[in-house]
C-alpha cells in the first residue's frame, strides 16, 4: 500500500505562487508515476501534471508554462510549483501515484491523497 499526504495549499491572490509537496509513504517501489490532479466545485476532478520516475513529465494545456512539477525521490516526495495563478486554478489539488507510465486520466491511478485547497481571489 502506499500513502500520499499533500501540503501547501492556501489562499493566495491572483498573479501570486504556490508550492504544493506530496509525501510518499509505505510501497514507495510502486510510485512509479506520480501526478497532480484537481477538482473544482461542481466539476470533476481532472489531470494538471504528471511525472515520471525519473522526471519527464507532462502537463495540462491549462497550466503549461505556469506549473511545474518534480520530484525528489530520495525524499519520497512530489512537488507541484505552481506560478502565476489565477482564480480558475482555485480547486482541491490531489496527489496520485501508480505502479506503470504516466498518464492523464484519473482512471489510471491506483494511490490518492486526500487533498489540499488551492483557492486564488481576483
Known amino acids: 500500500q502506499v500513502q500520499l499526504v499533500e501540503s501547501g495549499g492556501g489562499l493566495v491572490q491572483a498573479g501570486g505562487s504556490l508550492r504544493l509537496s506530496c509525501a510518499a509513504s509505505?510501497?514507495?517501489?510502486?510510485?512509479?508515476?506520480m501526478g497532480w490532479f484537481r477538482q473544482a466545485p461542481g466539476k470533476e476532478r481532472e489531470f494538471v501534471a504528471g511525472?515520471?520516475?525519473?522526471?519527464?513529465?507532462i502537463y495540462a494545456d491549462s497550466v503549461k508554462g505556469r506549473f511545474t512539477i518534480s520530484r525528489d525521490n530520495a525524499k519520497n516526495t512530489v512537488y507541484l510549483q505552481m506560478n502565476s495563478l489565477k482564480p480558475e486554478d482555485t480547486a482541491v489539488y490531489y496527489c496520485?501515484?501508480?505502479?506503470?507510465?504516466?498518464?492523464?486520466?484519473?482512471?489510471?491511478?491506483?494511490?490518492w491523497g486526500r487533498g489540499t485547497q488551492v483557492t486564488v481571489s481576483s
Open positions: 509505505g510501497r514507495t517501489s510502486s510510485t512509479n508515476a
Open positions: 511525472i515520471t520516475w525519473t522526471g519527464g513529465s
Open positions: 496520485a501515484a501508480r505502479n506503470g507510465p504516466v498518464r492523464p486520466a484519473v482512471a489510471f491511478y491506483e494511490y
